[in-house]
């Protein structure tokens, strides 16, 4: 199994996500963002970047997930509020976010499957990556879309060609959600992702 960090910054909704016992398995440890340093994150496979932190622990981090990266470990980060510094080659553009989609009249959430036969699928589905998005990446060179719009702009993806590591870059923000209580479907995101993160094919 690989060996996940999980960053936690001191939130609540980390806190709770992280150290949930069905997903606490699966992390190896939840490493506290302000104290972290060069080394921090040696011995690990994956570092897992949670949703909406502060851009000044966003640049504290940049230097040392570029170094993981380059290392060739696996970054996976969620919808990250400056993500044009930290996502390498991508152009981010950030959209209106309908959070009553499902309300609708014939609701469509707007957002569909890329490469079904991608491992991912074996441990979710699309409606488990479906609440709603708060903006779009455009990335540069070859990638893997996994959930895009109906235009194109990548929702969740994987890079490999950007750095000698692997980047899972997503706009959704599940922990955010399930560490605050709301948002079934962001649970149902966590079971399956976590597990895919430890054992399946990147």
């Not at 970047?49 to 997930?65: E, F, I, N, V, Y």
């Amino acid at each position: 199994m690989r060996k996940i960090a999980a960053l936690y910054s001191g939130l609540s909704y980390q806190n709770r996500a992280w150290n949930e016992p069905k997903y606490r398995k699966y992390i190896a440890d939840i490493v506290y963002v302000p104290d972290m340093g060069p080394e921090s994150l040696a011995g690990f496979d994956v570092v897992l970047l949670p949703s909406r932190l502060h851009t000044g622990l966003l640049m504290k981090l940049k230097p040392l997930l570029d170094s993981f990266a380059a290392q060739g470990g696996t970054v996976v980060v969620f919808w990250p509020n400056d993500a044009e510094q930290i996502v390498p080659n991508q152009n981010w553009e950030d959209r209106p976010t309908n959070f009553w989609w499902w309300l609708d009249k014939n609701a469509k959430s707007g957002i569909e499957q890329r490469n079904p036969g991608h491992d991912l699928y074996n441990y979710i589905t699309l409606q488990d990556a479906t609440w709603h998005y708060h903006g779009v990446f455009w990335p540069q060179g070859d990638v893997v879309p996994l959930v895009e719009t109906e235009d194109g702009g990548a929702i969740l993806y994987v890079d490999k060609s950007s750095t000698a590591g692997t980047w899972v870059v997503t706009s959704l923000d599940p922990e955010f959600h399930y560490g605050s209580y709301f948002m079934p479907a962001t649970e149902r995101f966590l079971d399956g992702f976590l597990p895919w993160l430890a054992e399946g094919e990147l």
